[in-house]
């Protein structure tokens, strides 16, 4: 079985500095692993993914993040948010031929002016 | 356009009152899946369905029931509603490496 752990509820930063939301998962499978952003009031987009090859992966909106499987981390970064950036962000893993998406509990991010 | 549909967006309803919440996709996907939103909790899953006729429970199923009589729907049944299952709902659909979601059922239990 799957687990994500998301090791910040909450994320506050000023507008146009770098930010780094951590992600740990959990499996005794190869996996597959997903950030996706929730702005106030709307639904789930997929904000980047990593199924196999590169470790580094970005995304939209400037987004990436690197797979590390020594050590089970998918940390999300922006070098400088944006004010627009304000939302909730989450990580989730699934596995190739194991259709189950596992969620962490969210990073609420906070960008200040 | 690829989607899945939710309805309704919005719901209000009274304890004990019986409601079904609709999801169907047209992306011929195997599997579904519930969850629901929390505030701190993240999204737990509910229930998901691997193909028509198979069904499996999530991490918070108690209160809930599913069925998948046909690929494309997969609706969410509660039978008797009570106010801890006010939440924000969310179908999917996927192929493990690829989902999508809906746009969510806000439903408020009083």
């Known amino acids: 079985a799957q687990s994500v752990t998301q090791l910040d509820s909450q994320v506050p930063v000023f507008e146009e500095a770098p930010v780094e939301l951590r992600c740990n998962y959990s499996?005794?499978?190869?996996?597959?692993l997903f950030w996706y952003v929730q702005y106030p009031n709307q639904g789930l987009q997929l904000l980047l993914k990593?199924?196999?090859?590169?470790?580094l992966v970005k995304g939209i909106n400037g987004f990436e993040a690197e797979f590390n499987k020594s050590q089970t981390s998918f940390h999300l970064r922006k070098p400088s948010v944006h004010i627009s950036d304000t939302a909730e962000y989450f990580c989730?893993?699934?596995?190739?031929?194991?259709?189950?998406?596992?969620f962490g509990a969210g990073t609420r991010l906070a960008v200040h002016p | 356009e690829a989607q899945v549909t939710q309805n309704p967006r919005y719901l209000i309803t009274v304890t004990g009152k019986k409601l079904t919440v609709t999801c169907s996709q047209n992306?011929?996907?195997?599997?579904m899946s519930w969850y629901r939103q929390d505030p701190g909790l993240g999204l737990r899953q509910i229930y998901y369905?691997?193909?028509?006729?198979?069904?499996d429970k999530g991490d918070v199923p108690e209160g809930y029931k599913v069925s998948r009589k046909e690929k494309r729907n997969f609706p969410l049944i509660l039978e008797s509603p009570s106010p801890n299952q006010t939440s924000l709902y969310f179908c999917?659909?996927?192929?493990?490496?690829?989902?999508?979601f809906g746009s969510g059922t806000r439903l408020t239990v009083v």
């Open positions: 999917a659909s996927g192929t493990g490496s690829d989902y999508t």
């Open positions: 499996s005794s499978v190869s996996v597959y």
């Open positions: 990593y199924l196999s090859g590169s470790t």
């Open positions: 989730a893993v699934s596995a190739p031929f194991y259709n189950k998406l596992i």
């Open positions: 992306m011929n996907h195997e599997y």
């Open positions: 369905s691997m193909n028509v006729e198979v069904t």
